[in-house]
């Protein structure tokens, strides 16, 4: 596209959007350890029907990452980045303050619906990285994204668990002041990266729901084939959410140290490769090599995972994983390419509302695998089989990615 905004951005701006990111996965992260414990205190203490609640909470927050998505991209397209995301920031402030008060579970569930909404600005911090950076290192600033995304996901739950020690509501307050410490600090470094001659001539709802900015995806071959690779990526991606803990306490009996020690060691390697690996690859190979190397390593590290027989050979693993981190770099950067300057948000929330779907489909997956697989009467016992799935998974990414890229 010829299209493109100016690239006068300060380096304050660049750094005012990874900070965004990583306060945002900072915050979720937070709450991770305690949500259990707010909900549980709501039912007398009940596991099982804190299972359920904590259960339709994680679908409603994906479906409202599902419909809010798209219309913050259509919004950014249409009045600019800037508005967008300071207005989701100081939304979100707020939104941790209604939870850090709620005074039953209904406040509570009301609150994570609006964490959905104002969360789904992610998509708009992509827009503008796709603004400001040049097509041929998009690559390079989706993966400091991706490095944000992992950072604040290293530190949130262990922060979050200390300050839970004091009170399970502490790390909602915590959350709400960096949230609005930022908002303010956007307020004063952040220009608008999407001039007013290349906005969308008006907001449009057909564009702006999730059905209608999935109508771009279809507009060419290839990048729905991209998108399509991203969706299957995204969802192979939940087994790690979703069954690691209980597959590494099963086989391996794994306590929760030994749990936080793994993750954390996952998020700094995932952080290395994102935030510097990718750049220096894409660079030197382009991006079509670095999305099927990236494929191939999350195939073989899924292998290792299902099948390590100790802790020690599942560890192997982990950097081998890592590298994983490469494809989705490389994915956004090939299909940013293939949209103009006025439709990069509409593609970023279209791109996360497909991440919102593989969210309410990845979970029951692989935790209903997980579970057929692990009972002792079945043929086949086999704890790994969430990861083996996985990873056939991601092999069909591959096939879908060699015909999807053939022209790049």
């Known amino acids: 596209m010829n299209d493109s905004p100016a690239r006068g951005v300060r380096r304050p701006a660049l750094i005012f959007i990874f900070i965004t990111v990583v306060l945002d996965m900072l915050a979720l992260g937070m709450i991770i350890p305690v949500l259990p414990t707010l909900v549980a205190g709501f039912v007398d203490g009940n596991t099982a029907r804190t299972a359920q609640v904590l259960g339709l909470f994680g679908a409603m927050w994906a479906l409202m990452q599902f419909i809010a998505s798209p219309v913050l991209g259509a ?56 603004d400001v950076t040049p097509p041929e290192k998009r690559a390079g600033g989706f993966g400091m994204l991706g490095a944000a995304f992992g950072l604040g996901f ?91 803990v209980l597959y590494a306490g099963f086989r391996y009996g794994w306590d929760e140290r030994a749990i936080g020690l793994t993750l954390a060691g996952v998020g700094v390697c995932s952080a290395l490769v994102q935030g510097g690996l990718v750049r220096v690859f894409v660079a030197r190979y382009g991006e079509r090599r670095a999305l099927l190397t990236g494929l191939a390593a999350g195939t073989l590290g899924f292998a290792i995972f299902g099948l390590a027989q100790t802790g020690a050979i599942f560890l192997i693993g982990v950097p081998v994983m890592a590298l994983w981190g490469l494809t989705g770099p490389a994915l956004q950067g090939l299909m940013t390419r293939r949209v103009g300057a006025s439709q990069q948000g509409q593609l970023q929330g279209a791109g996360s509302s497909l991440n919102g779907i593989a969210q309410m489909i990845g979970p029951p997956l692989f935790t209903q695998t997980f579970a057929y697989f692990t009972q002792l009467q079945r043929a086949w016992h086999l704890p790994g089989a969430p990861f083996l799935l996985a990873g056939i998974l991601l092999v069909a990414a591959t096939g879908l990615s060699l015909r999807a890229t053939r022209t790049a």
């Not at 967008?84 to 579970?105: Q, W």
């Open 154 to 244: 290293i530190l949130g739950p262990a922060f979050g668990g200390l300050c839970s020690a004091f009170d399970p509501r502490l790390p909602f307050w915590i959350a709400a002041l960096l949230s609005l410490l930022n908002a303010c600090y956007g307020l004063l470094v952040l220009p608008e990266s999407l001039p007013a001659r290349l906005r969308s001539a008006r907001f449009s709802w057909r564009r702006a729901n999730p059905l209608g900015a999935l109508k771009l995806l279809r507009s060419q071959p290839e990048l729905l084939g991209l998108a399509g690779i991203n969706f299957v990526s995204n969802l192979a991606h939940i087994v790690l959410s979703s069954t690691f």
């Open 75 to 130: 919004l950014s397209d249409r009045f600019g980045r800037r508005k967008v995301i300071l207005l989701s920031n100081f939304g979100l402030g707020l939104d941790y303050v209604l939870m850090a008060l709620a005074p039953s579970l209904g406040w509570l569930f009301v609150g994570r619906l609006i964490s959905g909404v104002t969360a789904a600005s992610f998509s708009t911090a992509s827009a503008y990285i796709a």
